[in-house]
């Protein structure tokens, strides 16, 4: 079942808290319907959780949000070594039904390596047991953030792979002297290494490793073509290399031959 928020509404963080179950030896929940929501995030392990009849099967950077006024329990103790943190949140006036001012996200989710969403649960555990001026204010203000994050990863999770892998392409293509790490990529759309590379693989047939070498190495070539003359040393800052020997070794690994060879061929055939 959805959650519906209104963020025009302010919340208050009701109750925070990390918690470690080492050796768990009894469900967590007890059969409850509570009068507001709760955000859980599953930092390690497993753990099911079900929400009006509907099971939840919870594993590493899960993140289950249950709403205020909807029963939910668990049957069975989370694996050893679980780690949650739990966010209270206040219902507030026009949460619990769609309209164009509420926010939709589903029921349960996995953040993958979206970091920002790990933070802004740490940011509202530490600030609620933290002293600091304007505390709620702090408290409120990541709630907000919290939200629209995993209101990001939630619409990059739905958007169409080749949508994802077209603009992987554009990104690397459109910034050639930059080299994007995997991490970096998967972040900026919300998914985790895994299924970036997943969604590479099956629209390029590569890695995205793989990919970003290949392309870089093959517009080096181009230039190089174009401009026999060109210093390998302008050529690697171009094309978001180390330096002319992380290029020429590269560029032998994947040609058979050094780019000083293959600027001898394209000047021979430009003759």
Known sequence: MPIHLNL??????????SHYYKQPTEPLYLNRTLQFHNFIYLRDGQWMVTESDTDYFLEKDDVLLLSAGHRHYTRLPCAPHTR?????????Q???????????????????????????????????????????????????????????????????????????????????HKRFTAKEIAARFSVSIKTMNAIMLRSTGKSFAKYQSDRKLEMAASQMKVDPAVKLSEIASMFGFCDEFHLSRSFKQKYGFSPTQYKSFAHNDGE
């Open 8 to 17: 025009s509404a302010p919340h208050q963080v009701v109750a925070a808290n």
């Open 94 to 176: 026009g949460d619990l039904t769609p309209s164009p001012a509420a926010i939709t996200l589903p029921t349960h989710l996995n953040i993958g390596g979206h970091a920002k969403v790990r933070n802004y649960f740490e940011n509202i555990v530490s600030t609620f047991w933290s002293d600091q001026k304007y505390k709620q204010e702090r408290l409120a203000a990541y709630f907000n953030l919290l939200v629209l994050e995993l209101l990001d990863v939630y619409q990059n999770a739905s958007r169409p792979e080749p949508d994802i892998a077209n603009e992987i392409v554009q990104l690397i293509n459109g910034t050639p």
């Open 84 to 92: 949650t943190m739990c966010v209270h949140i206040s219902c507030e």
